[in-house]
Structure formats: C-alpha cells, structure tokens
C-alpha cells in the first residue's frame, strides 16, 4: 500500500532529460545514456510491472507536462493518432530508424552515441511540437516505447490467461 504523501518522480525527473542533452551537448559520449531511457519502459514491462515507467518515472513526459501547460493550446489528439494501427506504424517507423541509424555506426561508440543523441532528440522535438499543437503530454499517448510496453503487458496478460 503506498502512502498518500509519497512524492513522485514525476515532479523531477524532467531534470535527468535536460542533463541528458546538457552533457551530450557538452560531449557526444553521454549520448550513449539515451539507451537507458529507451530500454527502462521494456525493463518495467518485462519485470510484470505494466505501464509503471510512463505514469511515474519518464523524464520526456515530466518535461512535458511541466514545461507546457503555458504553451500547448490544449486541443485533443485526432482519433487517428490515438488508434493501434498508427501507433504500430510509429513504433515499427521508429524502430527501423534507429535501426538503421545502429547498423551504420559500424560498432564505432562515437558514432552510436551520436545516433541516440539524435534519435532522442528529434522524438523530444516532435514530443514538444505535438504537446504544443496538442495537450502538454500527447506524445505519450502515441510514444512508441510506451505502445510497445502496452504490447507486453497484453502478451504476458494473454499468456497468464492461458496457463
């Protein structure tokens, strides 16, 4: 059972983005760091605990909801952003990006900590474009890893209905 005035996480996660982009500014290698906020959601999920990275931890949705409730001009997502078919395509989308962008880094870490660096960065552009155009946090309504933590959650709920 978890106490009332427990503080969450979401309150200042939204530091560990901004240093994220501060020190890989700063030196490239730090890029390698936005790994851990693509596998932690697949982490959460695969230890049976859901969605739990997304409503308590993510430093992009902290961001988000804390930096633009001022600026978004709080419009609801089209149905079709909210769909399974588009957020498969995102995450299928995204993921052969970042696919491509690994296979030609040919095992060179500068070169593959440049590729997070700029995975995550754009996503964090168009998270903040589409919180903008929309309510602060909709990227993590469409947000590719959070579908594809949804899509474990179903699997191994469909798995434990099974046995």
Not at 97 to 107: E, I, N, P, S
Not at 118 to 138: E, N
Request: hydrophobic fraction near 45%; include cysteine.
């Amino acid at each position: 059972m978890q106490s009332k005035n427990k503080s969450s996480h979401m309150k200042w996660s939204w530091i560990i983005i901004v240093t994220f982009f501060a020190l890989s500014t700063f030196d490239i290698r730090f890029g390698i760091l936005g790994i851990l906020c693509m596998t932690m959601p697949i982490v959460h999920a695969l230890r049976g605990r859901g969605k739990i990275h997304c409503v308590k931890y993510c430093p992009r949705g902290s961001f988000l909801g804390r930096f633009l409730a001022k600026l978004s001009f709080n419009r609801p997502l089209p149905k079709f952003m909210m769909s399974k078919q588009f957020k498969n395509l995102l995450l299928a989308f995204m993921g052969a990006v970042l696919l491509y962008a690994l296979y030609h880094t040919q095992g060179d870490f500068h070169k593959l900590s440049h590729a997070f660096y700029r995975f995550m960065g754009i996503s964090f552009i168009v998270g903040i474009t589409i919180g903008i155009l929309f309510k602060p946090r909709s990227w993590c309504v469409v947000c590719p890893m959070g579908h594809a933590t949804s899509l474990i959650t179903e699997i191994q709920g469909f798995q434990s209905q099974k046995k």
